[in-house]
């Protein structure tokens, strides 16, 4: 088994030399911790303006692949991977934070838990990580770990090792300095794609840091949303929809202890009863498009396995059972609350009726329409996913039935006679 080490480089002439001369010691450390003959490395020059080209075309035992602009620390990266032999791949980051002699470890671990990906986890006791960065990577940590229901405590390591054959399910991941992010969440969302940690030294880098702790913060943020967007849309509708629907019942929980105390409602809470009735529209809109969103994610990506709990619980409360249960109950309340004055509108073409009764009963009406929209919806969504797995499976079935008589054709072979004729293909 061989392991190409990709080194991403962009303006690193301070540091290359050294990382380059400790990956190429490192090699005999690494074929005998783990179970790799030899090891491949490949430095790629992100665009580098400096001498960092110049230094790495030194080393003969060294391939070198320049960009002549820089295109991205993800960039760099995959064209390594694309470019390298090794069964396994791997990749540490230029600036000297990492000890290449820790591949060994990696590759050894990957290869005796049958894992997929094996990652260096700066966030032990023996990291000298900045206290900003470590502070944001525990965020990201917990973020993506509630999100995911599976951990990792380093979502931005810079030193992996990978099977190739798992960037196949990776891929497409970014070219910035987000792909290391994108990659733990893609990861930790893939169900197929088992990971590991094990906790590695890290040191001070060598010269100045390109990392901006706000702008590439945001950008980890957003490819980890990004990812849970397309792989777990459930847990990130329905953590918003639960949320506004807490919000809006602790909101309302004073206007009503006000009511059932003194039978009336001041005119100073219309705006907070208005407020109100946007949470309940937003709860109930991203708790019904969660389940279309769910569905969709299954069919597209191939994801396969029994239903989560949360989503369990959303088709049952959409289907037409479930609607029509939840639904006329909302339609009940919103009757109570506005039906008098509907009446005392048609007998007497005026309305006396409070305000808020017509705030919370056009709420509960426009619940239960985002729920009747939702459902349809989601009952759209599986009968296209049926008939594309139908049509699939009768394209797949006609492709099977006709390949002896392509097998003929394609080795000139003679149609077996049937009856008193041939059958022609």
Known sequence: MRLTIVIPAYNEEAAIAQIITRCLKAEPMICSSAAVDSVQVIVVSDGSTDRTAKIARGYPQVRLIEFPENRGYGAAIKR??????????????ADGTCDPRFFGLLCDALVREGADIAVGSRMGSDSRMPRVRRLGNTVF?????????????????????LRREAL???????????????????????????????????????????LSVVKDGLRFFGAIMEAVLVWRPSRLFV????????????????????????????????????????????????????????RLSRSLLGRRGAQSFVESMLSKLLS?????VVGSGLMLIAFVLVGP???????TRHVTLH?????????????????????????????????????EAAGAKAQQECSPFKRQAESGEKPEP???????V
């Not at 037409?320 to 029509?324: A, K």
């Not at 049937?418 to 022609?424: A, S």
């Open 355 to 391: 305000w808020s009764r017509i705030v919370l009963g056009g709420a509960a009406v426009f619940c239960a329409a985002q729920m009747a929209i939702g459902a349809a919806l989601a009952h759209m969504a599986q009968v296209c996913i049926r008939r594309q797995a139908h049509r």
């Open 80 to 93: 390594g991977f694309a470019e390298g032999r090794g069964e396994l791949v791997a990749f540490l980051d």
């Open 239 to 294: 953590s918003g929809g639960l949320l506004f629907g807490l919000l809006a019942l602790l909101l309302i929980m004073g206007p009503a202890e006000e009511y059932l105390r003194q039978r009336i409602v001041r005119e100073g809470m219309i705006y907070r009863l208005l407020f109100c009735s946007l949470l309940m529209t937003l709860a109930a809109t991203l708790l019904s498009v969660s389940l279309v969103a769910e």
């Open 141 to 161: 940590a917990l973020l993506l770990g509630a999100l995911s229901n599976r951990a990792v405590s380093d979502t931005a390591s810079g030193m992996r090792v």
């Open 341 to 347: 004055g509907l009446l005392e509108y048609a007998m």
């Open 320 to 324: 037409w059972r479930g609607l029509m």
């Open 418 to 424: 049937v009856g008193d004729e041939h059958v022609l």
């Open 168 to 210: 196949e399910l990776l891929y497409p991941l970014p070219d910035g300095l987000n792909f290391t992010p994108a990659m733990s969440a893609q990861a930790l969302l893939d169900d197929r794609i088992s990971i590991i940690e094990l906790p590695m030294k890290y040191e001070e880098r060598v010269g100045r840091s390109k």
